[in-house]
């Protein structure tokens, strides 16, 4: 059975980190893209930043640029999100997705998979 949790999840201040893992059962995350979106109450589910299968290059959105880390750990079949610099405007639930694809997978239809997601809120 195929599997993805997320974790990492919470509640932070502005200005402070959190790091998102999004680990696999079931399947080697190695070759496939991994991509984190995240949803706002009342927006649409939009991309935060992928990892392309074929040669890891990353995708970050403008609005996490220079604050937010993609990266994956074939060892332990996980990627993270290292997020920095935290707003209040980040709070959303984010959910990592797989898909087959190569290069950068920046729409939710190109993904196969999809985990449950995790709350990340952002208030002082």
């Known amino acids: 059975q195929v599997q993805r949790v997320e974790s990492g999840g919470g509640l932070v201040q502005p200005g402070g980190s959190l790091r998102l893992s999004c680990a696999a059962s079931?399947?080697?995350?190695?070759?496939?893209?991994i991509g984190w979106f995240r949803q706002a109450p009342g927006r649409e589910r939009e991309v935060v930043s992928c990892i392309a299968g074929d040669d890891d290059s990353t995708y970050y959105a403008d609005f996490v640029k220079g604050r937010f880390t993609i990266s994956r750990d074939n060892a332990k079949n996980t990627v993270y999100l290292q997020m920095n610099s935290l707003k209040p405007e980040d709070t959303a639930v984010y959910t990592c997705?797989?898909?087959?694809?190569?290069?950068?997978?920046?729409?939710?239809?190109?993904?196969?998979?999809w985990g449950q997601g995790t709350q990340v809120t952002v208030s002082s």
């Open positions: 997705a797989a898909g087959e694809g190569g290069g950068w997978l920046v729409n939710d239809y190109e993904y196969d998979y």
């Open positions: 079931g399947f080697t995350l190695d070759y496939y893209g």
